[in-house]
């Protein structure tokens, strides 16, 4: 057992920093001390929602170096530099086996727990509930190996924490889902860290014209820097007429806000044949889509966490950005203390920024 800090949410928008004893990593499990974690609006909804099961340890896009491993362990070993996987994986389900860890039958099991149905962290005799079997707003965290993917010592770790979730999630719907060729055009709706994920992986497979849709210049003139072509302000503008001027029509429109009414504008700026991917829908939202638009072979694919396969994507798209393929270092936007997670919480909405992280200290 170990002593850790850790920010405990024990209420919607309470937090409080806390010392909180950690268990040892079970059998299939890793101890990574965390050194940079990115900061996500999944956070933030459980952070301000009423339905969250409190007290809570949140954060979900860790990265770090590997402290210890339990019993069976046998893909990292102490001294690896990881990045955390939001999902956990079962391995064991018709859906794991056949490659397809993100639609496992037991993502959901973990809610508050750790795979086995019990907690690691504890603050005396109270348990502290886990967020995604990851709780990284905390200086250590026991995750489930199939959680943890290695990458190269020399990567920094606030780059890595980058690819722990919406990143990738955007990246992965370029590559995994739309498989986007080289020349095609391509609409972004939604420019936060999934729509920045998408335009990094569509400008990375030289898409010919990639439009950015969203209602903030900032955030827009950032995009133009990672490979968009052409952005649409929709404060201003009508984004479906104004893509159709650009593409008369593109090939695949990518909904990154789960928005009833943006998926219909991602829907209507296909052209014949065209491909949309939607990212965080609801399922309490409904939609109207005019059947017509079928008739043309169009698609509509809904997108979890970009299909992606953490232990091949994640060392890929490593790779790439490696390569100078995926700036990621384009996107990221300040760094904070886990002292100032209020901070993190609030520049979320501020104009311009596209992932945040917090950053540690090396431990002792």
Not at 167 to 173: E, K, L, Q, R, Y
């Amino acid at each position: 057992m170990r002593e850790i800090e850790a920010a405990v949410v024990r209420g919607s928008e309470e937090h409080t920093i806390e010392q909180l004893q950690l268990d040892d990593p079970e059998p299939g499990e890793v101890l990574v001390d965390i050194r940079a974690t990115g900061v996500c609006h999944t956070d933030f909804h459980a952070y301000t929602s009423d339905d969250t099961d409190f007290p809570i340890v949140l954060g979900h896009e860790g990265a770090g170096i590997v402290e210890a491993v339990g019993e069976d362990v046998s893909t990292v070993e102490p001294g690896d530099s990881v990045v955390l996987w939001v999902l956990p994986s079962c391995g064991e389900c018709q859906y794991c086996r056949s490659g397809r860890p993100y639609l496992c039958q037991r993502r959901r099991d973990v809610r508050g727990r750790m795979m086995d149905g019990t907690h690691r962290l504890h603050r005396g005799n109270e348990s502290i509930n886990h967020f995604y079997a990851q709780s990284s707003f905390a200086t250590m965290s026991v995750v489930p190996e199939r959680q943890v993917v290695p990458i190269e010592s020399d990567v920094p770790h606030e780059i890595a924490a980058l690819l722990g979730c919406g990143v990738t999630t955007g990246i992965g719907s370029v590559l995994n889902i739309a498989e986007v060729e080289s020349g095609s055009t391509v609409a972004v709706f939604g420019c936060g860290g999934v729509g920045a994920g998408t335009i990094l992986a569509a400008s990375a497979v030289s898409a010919g014209t990639i439009v950015a849709v969203d209602l903030d210049t900032e955030t827009l003139d950032t995009m133009e820097d990672i490979g968009a072509t052409h952005t649409v302000d929709a404060s201003s503008n009508d984004p479906v007429e104004r893509v159709r001027e650009l593409t008369s029509g593109v090939d695949y429109a990518f909904e990154c806000i789960g928005n009833p009414a943006t998926i219909r504008q991602a829907v209507d700026t296909l052209g014949p044949g065209g491909t949309t991917v939607i990212t965080g829908t609801s399922a309490s939202k409904s939609i109207e889509l005019d059947l017509g638009a079928f008739t043309k072979g169009i698609s509509v694919i809904g997108n979890i966490v970009g299909f992606t396969q953490p232990q091949i994507d994640i060392p890929r798209y490593i790779s790439m950005y490696k390569n100078g393929d995926l700036p990621l270092e384009e996107i990221l936007s300040n760094s904070f203390r886990l002292d100032e997670l209020d901070d993190a919480f609030a520049a979320l909405g501020e104009g311009g920024d596209i992932k945040n992280v917090i950053e540690f200290e090396p431990g002792p």
